[in-house]
């Protein structure tokens, strides 16, 4: 959005405008005052917790994430502390509370967090990765210390899952963004077990809390993801939604699944995307969205036009 670029200019880091509490709900709110959607999505990063874990990182323009330590053995694992989120990111929760405040229930408010392997993938890589060679290494030569790893992870996302909606969040997305990279037996091992627990312990504080996992490029594990036990599963574009329905069930909320880059095509054909995903995905149990972000330089006419088309839809 144009509005938010002009943020950036006055703020160029991303750190910077995602830890200032102003400046995370004016960011937030900017898309709902526009577009009216259902959601009003906190502007934050995945990797957010990660300093009040004692690994330092910095997101740059134009590079991504940069982790300064990568750990690779158990005692820098050891160094990696447990995240308690109401000392280490205040602003976040403060954000959260007067997002609530500031919709006033006319919109639902959603957090989010990382999955333990997304974050992990980011902490042992130091930073984005095309082979994700280094956390392939640790996790089938060293297997013990990536299991370190993943339960500190598992064990602060539940607690930060737990604070969001403390704080005001009435729906949290995990992002587990790199699973796919693992074959379903190896998902099995280092996904799996840490998502399940993620789950089963913000069941036992926040039992109606919704719950949304989304993994990009799922297809190859997509009968696996509601073992997690999460209320939603947000497909992305690669998976046809009429295939995703019946390889998931009938009982298995879904989200999604417009491609991100049908915005830049004609409004009729914006339209007829948008009807053929609500038809594939049936009646009921149905969140339409993306399939992932919004690509940067998608006319802002486009999205508005998804989301008069969205609001008139009727089944």
């Not at 960011?27 to 709902?32: A, N, T, V, Y």
């Not at 997101?59 to 160094?79: E, L, S, Y």
């Not at 919709?103 to 890589?125: D, H, I, M, Q, R």
């Not at 930060?160 to 403390?166: D, E």
Request: net charge neutral; glycine share 8%.
């Amino acid at each position: 959005m144009q509005s938010y670029q002009i943020i950036c200019e006055k703020y160029p880091s991303f750190r910077e405008r995602s830890e200032n509490v102003d400046l995370v709900v004016e960011i937030s709110l900017q898309p709902w005052k526009v577009f009216k959607p259902d959601g009003v999505i906190l502007f934050s990063d995945i990797l957010t917790p990660l300093s009040g874990m004692n690994i330092p990182f910095d997101i740059v323009k134009g590079k991504g994430p940069i982790i300064f330590n990568p750990p690779t053995t158990i005692a820098d694992v050891d160094q990696v502390r447990e995240f308690f989120p109401e000392e280490s990111v205040p602003y976040v929760g403060e954000a959260l509370t007067i997002l609530r405040k500031e919709v006033n229930n006319e919109t639902a408010v959603l957090g989010f967090v990382g999955a333990p392997f997304t974050l992990a993938s980011y902490v042992v890589e130091g930073g984005s990765s095309k082979n994700f060679t280094k956390i392939k290494r640790l996790a089938f030569s060293q297997p013990k210390v990536l299991h370190a790893l993943l339960q500190k992870f598992a064990t602060s996302m539940a607690k930060y899952i737990q604070f969001q909606a403390n704080s005001g969040a009435q729906a949290v997305q995990i992002f587990d963004s790199w699973a796919t990279q693992l074959s379903p037996v190896d998902f099995e091992e280092f996904s799996l077990p840490y998502l399940k627990q993620i789950v089963d312990t913000v069941k036992q504080t926040h039992p109606n809390l919704p719950l949304i996992l989304y993994a990009s490029g799922s297809g190859g594990l997509l009968e696996r993801l509601p073992l997690t036990g999460v209320d939603v599963i947000s497909l992305d574009w690669t998976v046809d939604m009429a295939e995703g329905r019946r390889r998931l069930g009938a009982d298995v909320a879904v989200q999604g699944n417009v491609d991100p880059g049908v915005l830049f095509g004609s409004k009729e054909f914006i339209t007829n995307r948008i009807n053929d995903t609500v038809r594939k995905a049936g009646k009921g149990k149905h969140i339409l969205n993306l399939g992932h972000g919004i690509k940067v330089g998608t006319p802002e006419e486009n999205v508005a036009h998804f989301f008069e088309i969205a609001k008139d839809i009727r089944y």
